[in-house]
């Protein structure tokens, strides 16, 4: 086996140096029972052209992004990534470490993720970064968590313009734990009432910018509000791109910044691996999930990095812990930090300017067919189409015209007949003028 | 210099080899002191070729930017020699043998990158119509079925991200199973050797953590687990357990364990961290587990990206399988459906919500999956022998001079020392790993598990030729002998050779720097200390 340097030879030896003559000799242990004498049910080992050959048929039967003309967001975003990324993540020296608990022998990994939480940071214009969660869904359970640790209570407040799946991962995590939330309807048009679900046994209120629906909302007053009653102001965004535009949430009185970093340096994936980022306040730095690397110096005074703060951490702390999160997403950090590191802070404002007018110009071709209108009035790169049938049909209608034109709110919201005419749409530098038409004369022919 | 003026190569006596010079730079050769980013980039430049959009009226409705996003950039050629530089500061499984006991650092197939690059897997969205993703979804359905057949539980929820998120989902459904039974019991217990992630995850949970002491071999002995139930009788919701534990040892009375537990009507959940000693060895589901995650970063050679990402599906046995989280994978007369919702869910379908959005780690199921053909069913059996084979050829040839906590008896795909054989040398545990960065290892595990005074766990992997191992032995030797003789130089400044040396970590914990900022702001705004 082409991965095993074990010869038949070195195993009989190595057998022998280690006193047995059969290797089931050394599973004595593993009950009789229990014990596996033939092979398991699967099949054989097959040569590396033979698994390219088996996976590769697999992988056509999808229908990648860059094949078509796409529009496809709420909550993970096509975008270009530079050549130049994916070569460097797959360097043997990052890609084959393990997280860096012998700092001597790992300060590239460290260092790269010192440059992730500082670009995060000035990113949600917060204090402190972490060095990831998985994504921004269970990053957002752990930041009310977090909001319950330093409140010392355990209501939570959800909008309705929160994502829905990440909503579902709070809900369902608060449930066990035995803490409150509030989750408040869905919310496409943005006139929800939040200030007034914010009482003094306010943990924290959660509330996404852009909005799941794409709409831009106003954190200040809802930071002011919380604020008042000792709540804290949790600020989601899926799309991290947005904030090369928008006022971020830091300048806005957020307490914890969550959101998901997939747009930048990493790819679709179908959902994983992506990258969750998680910013705060000094004050709270000890109650932060994750790890977190910290700047020092070595014994001759040079300059360089650890991990740090892990006192709260579970291999410390174990059921004190603020978070069990061991393994992150080190690799899709670095992903990130590569390509914020290519365009820079300018670079990120002129790309997510890119997204905007690319988004503009949709939304006016779009609104443009009768029948159909966009709810947003404030946005991003993604906003909200009403149709006058159901979304979910007509995207598989679109679908079978090669377009792959959006997410229908059922997806997410299945069995609320207010939202079942509602498409999300998004559009990003990817989109060509080509596309857009393409999906333009598509939906006319579908609605017709 | 190492040339002289004719071009022809000089030897190392003409030139006093042997002698360290301060370079001008700081460099040493190929080893390059690399600044931070911010340093040396600028904010007039940028790495990404972009043409400024054709005027437009936006429609940020007031929520524009204030300030401009004060992030330096480098070009593309200053950003390649600055990432390049950073890896060659990292010790890497590709490089050099890398023991860490616990965290199986083996192999990495290259074709495993290939196959999740394909755009077919790679460049899919989520969110795309199902109709358009059949080939994911077969994917998934063939990853599923290989996990359920190693481990002989009946079903897979695939969406946790990582190990940790993998223990919080089965406890998740192991409260839900309680629950849907009218039960709120509150004690989960835990081995002492357990990793710190197992009490986290049930605290996590709002379950109390009671320990069990190891028995001195170093297993858990089944009197032990009775006589916690008996204290806390009709109030145990289960059991974490890792198999084999992180001594490095099977767990004999596994079975009367997981019958003890369930007789309290608890369940097993089984910490998978080291299923890469026993596949195609034994089934969990025959040793009476409820609930186990597999690391595919650890047994199935997904790469472990200096901390990720990672993925850990959990299996589930009959009793726990109908709470699967969504999404899940219903197979029935209709064929494959991929459930993702509660409107959708058919009689005996419990999900008890959802752990993350979307599908989980798709990127991670490719690599294991092309890991598991690759090596087929003769393939994984073989590989879990050579690692357990490989731990215990080093064991046999480091047990008389290293010491064995638990006597001399095999080890399963790790190897458990502790560091009474350093006793009165001067040497302490720590030193002694820093001397093994010297000679081109990364250490082992270091005081871990907590069981034994100062651990080091030795994980070898199958993916060591014999030459490997041999030399790592010889090294370890040598060390041993160096300690003992009273060499103290050798460890105490240890490592002399890395990239750094040791770091102050108590300065970095005292006075936290977590983020660079601009010198000038640097004085104005000195970091506040908490």
């Not at chain 1, 959006?406 to 005419?421: A, F, H, I, T, Y």
């Not at chain 2, 009775?226 to 009375?253: S, V």
Request: charged share 20%; aromatic share 6%; proline share 6%.
């Amino acid at each position: 086996m082409r991965y095993l340097p074990l010869s038949d030879a070195d195993r009989a030896d190595m057998r022998a140096r280690v006193g047995v003559s059969d290797i089931d000799e050394i599973f004595v242990d593993i009950p009789k029972s229990a014990r596996l004498d033939g092979l398991l049910d699967l099949p054989l080992r097959q040569s590396e052209f033979a698994v390219e050959r088996d996976l590769s048929r697999m992988a056509l039967k999808n229908v990648p992004a860059s094949a078509v003309p796409f529009f496809v967001g709420a909550g993970a975003y096509k975008h270009h990534v530079p050549a130049s990324v994916d070569h460097l993540i797959q360097r043997s020296e990052f890609l084959t470490s393990y997280t860096p608990y012998q700092p001597e022998v790992t300060q590239g990994t460290l260092q790269y993720l010192f440059e992730f939480q500082t670009q995060v940071a000035a990113l949600t214009a917060m204090d402190v970064a972490n060095a990831s969660m998985y994504d921004g869904s269970t990053g957002t359970a752990e930041a009310v968590l977090m909001a319950h640790r330093v409140t010392k209570r355990n209501k939570a407040v959800l909008s309705g313009g929160l994502h829905p799946q990440y909503r579902d991962v709070v809900e369902g995590l608060s449930a066990m734990a035995g803490d409150r939330v509030e989750s408040l309807p869905a919310d496409p048009n943005a006139t929800e009432d939040i200030l007034s679900r914010i009482d003094d046994e306010t943990s924290c209120v959660v509330v996404q910018s852009p909005s799941f629906y794409g709409q831009l909302i106003d954190l200040k007053p809802i930071a002011e509000k919380a604020h008042a009653h000792g709540a804290l102001l949790i600020a989601v965004f899926t799309e991290v791109m947005s904030l090369g535009l928008i006022e971020p949430p830091g300048a806005q009185g957020a307490d914890i910044v969550v959101g998901e970093g997939q747009s930048i340096g990493n790819g679709l994936n179908f959902g994983g691996p992506y990258v969750g980022l998680f910013a705060t306040r000094q004050k709270y730095i000890r109650q932060m999930p994750g790890r977190l690397c910290g700047e020092t110096v070595d014994a001759n005074g040079k300059r360089g990095f650890v991990l740090t703060l892990s006192t709260r951490e579970q291999h410390i702390r174990r059921d004190k812990a603020t978070s069990n999160i061991c393994t992150n997403s080190g690799l899709c950090c670095l992903a990130f930090t590569i390509h914020m590191t290519l365009l820079g802070g300018k670079g990120l404002e002129k790309l997510a300017r890119i997204n905007h007018a690319h988004a503009v110009k949709l939304k006016a071709m779009l609104e443009a067919i009768p029948g159909v209108s966009v709810i947003n009035d404030a946005f991003f790169n993604e906003f909200t189409v009403k149709l006058p049938m159901e979304a979910a049909a007509v995207v598989e209608a679109l679908a079978r015209q090669g377009i792959l034109g959006g997410v229908p709110v059922s997806r997410l919201e299945p069995g609320k007949s207010d939202l079942e005419n509602l498409l999300l749409v998004a559009s990003s530098e990817v989109n060509s003028d080509e596309d857009r038409d393409a999906f333009v004369a598509a939906l006319k022919e579908v609605l017709a | 210099m190492s040339m002289n003026n004719q071009g022809r190569p000089s030897a190392p006596t003409e030139t006093g080899g042997l002698t360290e010079h301060p370079t001008f730079t700081g460099n040493k050769a190929l080893q390059m002191e690399e600044p931070l980013l911010f340093e040396t980039g600028r904010t007039d430049i940028c790495g990404v070729d972009l043409d400024e959009p054709a005027d437009f009226t936006p429609a940020l409705g007031g929520h524009a930017r204030t300030a401009e996003l004060d992030l330096p950039a480098l070009t593309e050629p200053e950003t390649m020699r600055h990432f390049v530089r950073l890896s060659s500061k990292n010790y890497a499984i590709d490089a050099g043998l890398y023991p860490l006991g616990s965290c199986t650092m083996k192999h990495n197939p290259r074709l495993n990158e290939k196959m999740a690059r394909l755009p077919g897997f790679g460049d899919i969205h989520p969110l795309q119509p199902l109709s358009t993703v059949s080939g994911a979804i077969d994917l998934i359905d063939e990853l599923s079925h290989w996990l359920m057949t190693m481990t002989g539980m009946s079903a897979v929820a695939m969406s946790p991200k990582a190990g940790a998120h993998g223990e919080l989902c089965g406890m998740m459904a192991i409260k839900a199973a309680h629950s849907a039974a009218g039960r709120d019991p509150k004690i989960v217990l835990v081995p002492e050797s357990a990793h710190g992630t197992n009490p986290a995850t049930a605290a996590l949970l709002g379950y109390k953590v009671v320990s069990i002491e190891a028995r001195e071999d170093g297993t858990v002995d089944t009197a032990a687990v009775k006589a916690r139930i008996a204290e806390h009788e009709g109030d145990i919701a289960g059991i974490m357990l890792t198999n084999p534990n992180t001594c490095g040892l099977f767990e004999r009375d596994i079975i009367a364990i997981a019958d003890a537990i369930h007789e309290a009507n608890g369940y097993f959940y089984c910490d998978g961290a080291n299923f890469n000693a026993i596949v195609g060895k034994a089934r969990p589901g025959d040793l009476g587990v409820d609930a186990m995650h597999i690391n595919l970063h650890k047994t199935f050679s997904t790469p472990h990206g200096g901390g990720g990402p990672g993925s850990g599906p959990v299996v589930l046995s009959d009793r726990l399988a109908p709470f699967a989280p969504l999404p899940f994978l219903r197979k029935d007369s209709a064929g494959v459906t991929w459930v993702e919702s509660e409107t959708e869910l058919k009689e005996g379908e419990k999900p008890f919500g959802r752990m993350t959005a979307f599908h989980g780690q798709m990127g991670m199921y490719v690599r294991a999956l092309a890991y598991m053909k690759s090596h087929g069913a003769d393939g994984l059996r073989q590989a879990s022998e050579d690692a357990v084979l490989n731990a215990n050829y080093v064991r046999v040839g480091l047990e008389d001079l290293m010491s064995l906590p638990f006597g001399s008896r095999w080890c399963m795909h790790e190897v458990l020392f502790d560091d009474s054989f350093l006793k009165d040398t001067g040497v302490t545990t720590l030193d002694f790993a820093k001397a093994m960065i010297d000679e081109g290892y990364h250490p082992m595990t270091m005081y871990f598990p907590l069981v034994v005074h100062g651990a080091m766990l030795i994980e070898p992997t199958e993916s060591e030729s014999r030459s490997s191992l041999d030399l790592f032995i010889a090294t370890m030797r040598d060390l041993v002998m160096s300690a003992q003789k009273g060499e103290t130089d050798r460890f105490k400044g240890a490592p002399f050779h890395a990239p750094r040396a040791r770091l102050d970590e108590t300065r970095a914990a005292r006075k936290p720097v977590l983020k660079w900022e601009r010198p000038a702001a640097r004085e104005v705004q000195p970091q506040a200390a908490e």
